[in-house]
């Protein structure tokens, strides 16, 4: 949604955020989101070994009916960092907690930044006071909490959405693992819905494996991918259950392809937004798995960036991702042009194709195997010399 | 080698290349090995399910024990290019097989260039028709060939050795899928020991695992790649076994090492060489898995090219390469100084490493794992914004 959207928040929920001076920046650090009751909540994290302090401390907890608060800060990852990582998450969430009432173990706690530094614990904690009495339910508090989770972002990525008696509202950040001190993608949605917790973890993880999990900039797994969904559960209408709950799964679904879509669009030094199209494959991992192969391929990406309709990168790319596919059964579609044909290259104006990818940001390409009748769609942008520039010109 | 040492030519060998304009630069773009008796040969070629033609010509018929010739075109891949292109190849090999006088099934085809085009047959023929006449065993002509494999390579990559009464020739052309015009990686071995096929195609396979399967330029797996070995067995001594065979083993091995070291350190736009020792692995494949995953993210690749000690960036990527390691037997060397120890971040002068790293081409990189025996040396380059005008800033 545009910066300027209204917000609304769902019940039983409060934001604040604060500059802790953690980013070298300066900027917005560290915010807060609070339930004023417990809620049920779930979780999905990232899948690297080396896996953040506060990624390790969520897991321990979630799913879980007793959540009361989230706690993120930017501009250190928490990654990397031993024992003393473990160490500086608990005594994040035990601070919180007592600043508003609760357990530590019902406070969620994100991290994300540079890896392998440990976390300035006295400007965290100082701002974590002063971000604890700033708590609001009022829209704009969490619009600031929005940027305040941004690192190398160039826009927040917020949604709301509002059925019936309950609302939905969503915050997330990062283009994958594009940022030059490594940046995260982090999502945090809330909602008034009453849902249990099974429930609840059982929907995030179907629909962030449509969503989350379709999504690459740079292939690069971060140490701290998070994805948390609070439910307050004070909306009217109590427990949602069948044609409700379905709605209910349908809107966290949407609200979750919205911000991961938001993410590629927002790339770092991306020229173009790329809508990669697999279908016809054996099963949804196949299909996950050729059309990552695609959205990671240098090639893939360079050639859409200099607008080039060079085709033969893109079944190549699709040719090495390990699926043992028939290229004779192979058809592929660069922005609505067939390009290559059940293995053979058809005949097609180039430079019309040509000036078609350099006249727009976006770009579709389908690609059609014959092995099944699963299909997957995935986001990605494209390389630019820009990229390497945020990514190269940073000296630590 | 540089490219004026001496170049010693196998017994039994001879070469040629022409400009035969298949090539848009007009420059040389064919070449002709040609050997005067049968050879015995070995190959390894590209695991892409997207094949060249060519590719699909050759494993058909290696090994071998009557090879007489290997005809290379650059320029063109003969790839994704349907029936027409097997066509292509078969009336290649038949041609080349009337003007040396053997059977077409004993001449080899390679090519490397754009895929998706139709090789130009009419310039080839006429190409191959003045090339045959020029074949000779001078030095010069083998230094000709070696230029004509070429595509965006800077220089030509030659290895020559000579062990008592044998000698290798070998040649190579690529920087891995670096090309705006998809490079391929293409080698090409001849000697004049007296090798059993079975025996030249364990061997070769056996070093290609060593060499050409550790480089890396951008992950992307070409469709043409290939490697040949020829022996033509006149060498005095008669066949090689026991310590010979040994030694032969070893001449390949660091030979095809040479090519694919020179490969890496021509990576388009590079300005860094990066060596990655993976050592404490399960297996072999196990660290290769983790070097090739480290060896292709871009931000390790850019962390390096801005001469940045961002390690995490290093020990996060081997964190996505799906092998189970725990993050607390993980210690990482970059250019020899411990940056990472079992897990817990070292304290190191980063402004004296980052000079380091600035200072010269080549960067090491050591990940030691607690998981096995295994180890892997692995080759790559940066990423730079010049790769990415490279192969951006051209339009078919």
Not at 93 to 114: H, K, M
Not at 247 to 256: D, I, M, N, Q, W
């Given at each position: ?5 209204p ?16 980013k ?13 009751v ?28 007793s959540?009361?608060?989230?706690v993120v800060?930017?501009?250190n990852?928490?990654?990397a960092t ?9 005594r994040t969430?035990a ?6 009432g ?15 530094h ?22 704009e508090?969490?619009?600031t909490a929005?940027q ?13 959405e509002?059925r019936g ?10 283009a ?7 940046a995260?993608?982090?999502?945090f949605l809330a909602?008034?819905?009453k ?14 494996d ?7 900039v ?7 991918d998070?994805?948390?969904?609070l439910?307050?559960g ?11 709950l ?6 966290v679904?949407?609200a ?13 030094g ?46 190549s ?21 067939c ?11 180039a430079?019309?194709?040509s000036a ?17 009748e699963?299909a997957i ?7 630019t ?12």
């Amino acid at each position: 949604m545009s910066e300027a959207s209204p917000i609304v928040v769902p019940r039983g929920f409060r934001a604040s955020a604060v500059k802790a001076g953690i980013k070298p920046s300066g900027g917005l650090d560290l915010a807060m989101l609070v339930a004023d009751v417990p809620c049920t909540a779930a979780g999905t994290f990232t899948t690297n070994r080396v896996c953040a302090a506060p990624v390790q401390w969520c897991r321990s907890t979630l799913p879980s009916s007793s959540v009361r608060a989230i706690v993120v800060n930017a501009g250190n990852a928490n990654a990397a960092t031993g024992y003393q990582g473990n160490a500086n998450v608990s005594r994040t969430a035990a601070l919180a907690a007592e600043l508003i009432g609760c357990e530590a173990t019902d406070v969620l706690v994100a991290s994300t930044g540079v890896i392998g530094h440990q976390l300035p614990m006295d400007r965290l904690e100082t701002g974590l006071r002063s971000a604890a009495p700033a708590l609001s339910a009022d829209p704009e508090s969490f619009r600031t909490a929005a940027q305040a989770i941004l690192t190398t972002d160039t826009r927040t990525k917020i949604v709301s959405e509002t059925r019936g008696p309950w609302s939905l509202f969503g915050m997330a950040k990062g283009a994958a693992m594009i940022g030059p001190r490594m940046a995260t993608m982090l999502a945090f949605l809330a909602t008034d819905a009453k849902v249990r917790e099974e429930t609840l973890q059982r929907i995030l993880s179907e629909v962030v494996d449509e969503s989350f999990n379709c999504v690459s900039v740079d292939g690069h797994t971060s140490t701290n991918d998070t994805v948390l969904l609070l439910a307050s559960g004070l909306a009217p209408g109590g427990e949602l259950e069948g044609p409700a709950l379905e709605e209910f799964t349908e809107t966290v679904r949407a609200a979750c392809r919205t911000l991961a879509m938001e993410m590629a669009a927002d790339g770092e030094g991306s020229t173009h937004f790329i809508t990669i199209d697999v279908e016809g494959a054996a099963d949804r991992e196949e299909a996950r798995t050729l059309a990552r192969a695609v959205a990671d391929s240098p090639l893939v990406k360079t050639a859409i960036h200099g607008a080039d309709p060079n085709w033969g990168r893109i079944v190549s790319a699709a040719g090495y991702a390990g699926i043992p596919f028939d290229e004779n059964e192979l058809s592929l579609w660069l922005n609505g042009v067939c390009v290559y044909e059940k293995g053979t290259p058809t005949t097609f104006d180039a430079d019309a194709l040509s000036a078609d990818i350099r006249g727009r940001r976006d770009v579709t390409m389908r690609l059609l195997f014959a092995r099944g009748e699963a299909a997957i769609r995935f986001w990605t942008c494209d390389l630019t010399a820009e990229y390497v520039h945020l990514n190269a010109d940073y000296t630590t």
